[in-house]
């Protein structure tokens, strides 16, 4: 464990936590609406990955404030996004499930099930033909790893030795439905292993997916095709905002959030004594400012004008065409 | 020059330009084109510029979705129109939103070729364009190519839109030799008139201008001079040429050979009566295919869709009983 970085991991992850705390809290205020998914629970993953995929391409699903924070977008940028606001990464156009930045590579919050991984299968093909070997990284739930589309990926980028990381967040719950009612496999691995080389690890210990994934690049980079990747992890909150979560125990959940990423790791850090007690209150500090700077700045932003509605269906040269 | 082969000279010329330019699709390249219409580009430009995929429509879209934010600008081939529902979801809910969504940052310069129409004895799941489904899309842009003119130039301006193109071909045209002229300023969006006349409008795309045509020798011989549009783009659609014909004539015709039901003359006579409702001496007529999957006996076949003879016997009809 290398002090640093064991520093960025707690702080990306604690803001994240925090983030996703202040927007449920403004979701039951009323500032935000539609649908709400918190990543409370699998910070490990989304901070781990971004960490270590620190180039190329990221394709994601629609559970992605964290990764995008990992990522580099601006937490304000998010929130007045979340917030429907005309200062929000998306112009709030997008709302919580889609945060787009082509500058840092960033393409999603995709919220239709799989639907992204054949996109990111064609900008890894892209890639390849273009000679840049930073490759393209696709993050995705058990509940994809069950639809047409992750097939069709995986074989694919397996044919075409594409510069891929499928990365399967196992959380084991598709909305309200365990990965074992339908699917022949609990550990999604097993799905890929005679397309690529493919792995299942702890999810919820960051330093552990932060490895896997700065192996599995290497993978890629070298031009050795796709590599697979299923971290078990668990969501700590419902699957949105609207689910009451009847399908799940109080036990199950209990003995996940003993595993929590962010407990574990500062106890962790302190034990084999690499990160001192006043590093951890002054993340703390600081991430309570940032978040809270993020909702000010959100709640404090204009609203979109009404002419906005029409603008950004075509580009400016069709745009003209078609009006 | 044949229709094929003007679809091939744009691609061809297209990629030459251009090396971000690719096509993708299944048999485009070392078969040459299930309708030969990439031909002689696979040994030109490559297998990395010219690649063959699975039967797979979903990742021929979705792929070309990612190499078009990758910076290419992706042609993406679907043998037939029907398979393209396989990638719907690609097309509408990827493809043609991404921009908006995205509040403008992200661009998709895709064009998605597809053959269709009722061809010759193919049955239902080979026999149909779905012009109506995508051209109510925001956010797509949908062009339709009757003849080798616009099957060049428009598919030459779709390859380098910045945005996401649906471009319809027929099948029945591929090996048809048509005149080939030379346009400048060139404007995809834009109707032709392919025949001035003074007494009642005839809307009309992709093959059935031909059908239109050949019917039109029938109604001169009646005394009724026709006007003949063919609309090329179906999304934007050009209701400024269509207008001005209808509010001449003051009698328009709709020929389509897709489904009446919620079919492009629905829409188009919509526009019609919004922008010249008080011009019309007649309601406007709708000459299409009828409500039903497309049937493989020929006999059957041909009584689904307009041809020549149903497109004189319609109008004259039509005529007599409104006494126009």
Redo the contacts between chains.
């Keep these: 464990m290398n002090s640093a970085r064991v520093k960025k991991f707690y702080y990306l992850m604690k803001l994240g936590r925090k983030f996703e705390l202040a927007a449920k809290r403004e979701y039951m205020n009323g500032n935000i609406a539609g649908f709400l998914h918190l990543d409370i629970g699998q910070e490990a993953v989304s901070v781990g990955t971004m960490q270590a995929f620190d180039k190329g391409?990221v394709?994601t699903h629609y559970r992605e404030h964290v990764l995008a924070i990992a990522r580099g977008m601006e937490p304000k940028a998010i929130m007045a996004e979340l917030f429907g606001k005309k200062t929000?990464?998306?112009?709030?156009?997008?709302g919580s499930m889609?945060l787009?930045?082509?500058t840092l590579n960033f393409?999603g919050g995709?919220a239709?099930v799989a639907?992204?991984?054949?996109?990111?299968?064609?900008?890894?093909?892209?890639?390849k033909?273009?000679g840049e070997n930073a490759g393209v990284f696709a993050i995705f739930g058990d509940g994809a790893s069950n639809a047409?589309?992750f097939f069709?990926?995986i074989?694919?980028a397996s044919?075409w030795k594409l510069p891929v990381i499928f990365f399967a967040e196992n959380n084991y719950y598709a909305i309200g439905t365990h990965i074992s009612w339908v699917s022949p496999f609990v550990e999604l691995y097993n799905k890929a292993k005679n397309y690529m080389p493919s792995k299942r690890i702890n999810g919820m210990d960051v330093c552990e997916v932060y490895n896997a994934v700065i192996e599995a690049k290497e993978h890629i980079e070298n031009g050795l095709g796709p590599y697979f990747i299923e971290a078990e992890t668990y969501r700590f909150e419902g699957h949105s905002m609207s689910d009451a979560g009847k399908y799940r125990s109080e036990e199950e959940i209990e003995i996940f959030k003993r595993r929590d990423p962010i407990e574990n790791l500062k106890k962790k850090a302190l034990e084999l004594g690499i990160v001192d007690e006043e590093y951890f209150r002054e993340a703390d500090a600081k991430v309570e400012k940032v978040v809270n700077e993020a909702v000010e700045f959100a709640a404090s932003s204009p609203k979109p004008e009404d002419y906005e509605l029409f603008?950004?269906?075509?580009?400016k040269?069709?745009e003209n065409?078609?009006s | 020059m044949l229709y094929r082969e003007a679809l091939n000279k744009a691609i061809d010329e297209s990629m030459a330009a251009d090396e971000s330019v690719?096509i993708l699709g299944e048999d485009v390249g070392r078969y040459g084109g299930s309708y030969r219409v990439s031909e002689g580009l696979f040994s030109k430009y490559g297998e990395?510029?010219v690649?063959d995929?699975?039967i797979?429509e979903?990742?021929i879209?979705?792929?070309?979705?990612?190499?078009?934010?990758?910076?290419?600008r992706?042609i993406a081939e679907i043998m037939t129109a029907n398979f393209s529902l396989l990638a719907m979801?690609?097309i509408i809910?990827?493809a043609a939103k991404?921009?908006?969504?995205?509040?403008?940052?992200?661009?998709i310069p895709l064009t998605i070729r597809m053959p269709g129409g009722v061809s010759r004895q193919l049955a239902a799941q080979h026999s149909e364009n779905y012009e109506t489904l995508y051209s109510s899309v925001?956010?797509l842009?949908v062009l339709t190519a009757s003849n080798a003119t616009y099957a060049y130039y428009g598919l030459k301006e779709a390859v380098f839109?910045?945005?996401p193109v649906v471009f319809l071909e027929h099948e029945l045209l591929y090996p048809m030799d048509m005149e080939f002229k030379e346009i400048k300023n060139f404007?995809p969006?834009k109707a032709e008139i392919v025949k001035e006349g003074k007494d009642l409008t005839i809307i009309t795309y992709l093959k059935m201008r031909y059908d239109v045509l050949e019917a039109e020798k029938e109604l001169k011989k009646a005394g009724i001079d026709a006007e003949i549009i063919d609309l090329n783009s179906l999304?934007?659609l050009d209701i400024e040429t269509i207008a001005n014909s209808v509010k001449k004539t003051k009698k328009c015709v709709i020929v389509e050979e897709d489904h009446k039901t919620g079919g492009m003359g629905a829409e188009i006579a919509a526009q019609i009566q919004e922008h010249c409702f008080y011009n019309l001496d007649a309601p406007i007529l709708r000459i299409a295919g009828e409500d039903v999957p497309i049937p493989y006996n020929r006999k059957l076949e041909l009584l689904s869709i307009p041809t020549p003879d149903k497109i004189v016997k319609k109008i004259l009809e039509w005529k007599a009983k409104n006494g126009i």
């Excluded at chain 1, 639907?115 to 890639?127: D, E, M």
């Excluded at chain 2, 991404?98 to 661009?107: A, E, Q």
């Design positions: 391409d394709f929000g990464i998306s112009k709030g156009k997008g889609h787009f930045d082509p393409y995709d239709i639907g992204h991984l054949p996109i990111a299968v064609g900008c890894a093909y892209a890639r033909i273009q047409g589309a069709e990926s074989n694919i044919a603008e950004d269906v075509f580009c040269e069709c065409a078609v | 690719v990395k510029r690649i995929t699975p797979a979903l990742s879209v979705g792929n070309a979705i990612g190499m078009a934010i990758a910076g290419l992706p979801d690609q809910n990827h991404f921009r908006y969504m995205s509040g403008g940052k992200m661009t925001p956010g842009i839109l910045n945005d404007d969006f999304r934007p």
